[in-house]
């Protein structure tokens, strides 16, 4: 066996289902032969945007792939994977590369360099006998922390030389922290303190597939949700606690919630500064939950900060209110929300609803 048809031999077991290619790399053939689809593009950037559709549109349940030629093709698909990054994207890219003659001669392009700030993991295949840990360590960054563009550099001369050995590999499991039960306590406490608690949610409630806990929490403390530009859908939009979404613009109930609450929890988002991010007024007590230690404190100071999961979080938080509040929650809170009988419409003269 192929290095090359080792690599695909894993790619399989790991469920990729399909490769989005402009050719020519050293693994078409090799997939070719193993019957996993390629799909040829008309250029790199659309390759990698169609690796990332894919994994974006199953939370990271199949990771997208993209593959490219060596030299150039590395070349023009830096837009897509960069594109990955900054929204924080599961995606697998294997570009090519000439051959380990080239390593380290110029003006060789040498992706692993070129890409190690646009990628959680920028490795380089450089012996056959590093293929399994390689894979290993690629899908173990893929499917834990903070989701982003994971690459494997695949000389065109190493994926044709022998793949020496049994090939022992175990599909790389989902690793999700849950959260510090202290931390959990105490968002449920200053929670339940709060006059006008807002929920801020992001994409990472999508990738933990939490939108039933996140719905159980927000009915159990009758706080409103709003959702970032990519956590869009993450709560039901017509739901009577939704707010709506938050980006360069946004709903009325979106502004007025951010303005009047006292408490904000933000899950499953960076809360980064940004042009496509609301402004957090200056007074609010801010409990953040992220899988990216560096997120917290980075742009706004946590009160509460948690490194989880977010639907470990959201279980956790559910079930501490419901310790505290009896499984009916805070019915009286919803009602205001829905009626207009809360201090938001009092001030605002508006009804959280989209439609009155």
């Given at each position: 066996m192929k290095v090359g048809d080792a690599l695909v031999s894993l790619l399989l077991k790991e469920g990729v289902q399909q490769c989005f290619s402009y050719p020519f790399s050293p693994v078409m053939e090799p997939m070719s032969r193993a019957g996993l689809r390629s799909i040829v593009t008309r250029q790199e950037r659309v390759a990698g945007n169609m690796a990332d559709g894919?994994?974006?549109?199953?939370?990271?349940?199949?990771?997208?792939?993209?593959?490219?030629?060596?030299?150039?093709?590395?070349?023009?698909?830096?837009?897509?994977?960069?594109?990955?990054?900054?929204?924080?994207?599961?995606?697998?890219?294997?570009?090519?590369?000439?051959?380990?003659?080239?390593?380290?001669v110029p003006t060789t392009f040498d992706s692993q360099l070129n890409y190690a700030g646009t990628t959680k993991l920028a490795q380089k295949l450089l012996l056959p006998d590093q293929l399994t840990s390689y894979v290993r360590r690629a899908f173990t960054a893929l499917r834990s922390g903070r989701p982003g563009p994971v690459m494997l550099e695949v000389p065109g001369d190493i994926c044709d030389q022998d793949f020496e050995g049994p090939l022992d590999y175990e599909p790389v499991a989902r690793l999700r922290p849950a959260a510090d039960q202290g931390a959990v306590e105490e968002a449920a406490e200053r929670l339940l303190a709060a006059e006008e608690p807002l929920i801020w949610a992001g994409q990472g409630v999508l990738f933990a597939e939490a939108s039933d806990a996140l719905q159980q929490v927000a009915e159990l403390l009758g706080a409103a949700v709003m959702t970032t530009l990519q956590g869009k859908s993450a709560f039901p939009e017509t739901h009577p606690l939704a707010a709506g979404t938050g980006g360069l613009v946004a709903t009325a109930m979106v502004d007025e919630c951010l303005r009047a609450c006292d408490t904000l929890l933000a899950v499953g988002t960076s809360l980064s500064y940004a042009p496509f991010t609301r402004v957090i007024p200056d007074g609010k007590t801010i409990i953040h939950v992220t899988v990216d230690a560096a997120d917290i404190n980075k742009s706004y100071a946590a009160q509460v900060g948690v490194i989880a999961d977010a639907r470990l979080f959201l279980e956790q938080l559910a079930e501490a209110l419901r310790r505290k509040l009896g499984e009916g929650g805070r019915a009286d809170r919803r009602a205001s929300k829905l009626y207009g009988s809360s201090p938001w419409r009092q001030r605002s003269g508006r009804s959280l609803r989209y439609r009155e």
């Open positions: 894919v994994s974006r549109s199953t939370n990271g349940r199949q990771i997208g792939t993209v593959t490219v030629q060596a030299l150039a093709g590395s070349e023009n698909a830096f837009a897509g994977i960069a594109h990955a990054y900054t929204d924080s994207v599961p995606v697998l890219f294997l570009p090519g590369h000439p051959g380990l003659r080239h390593v380290g």
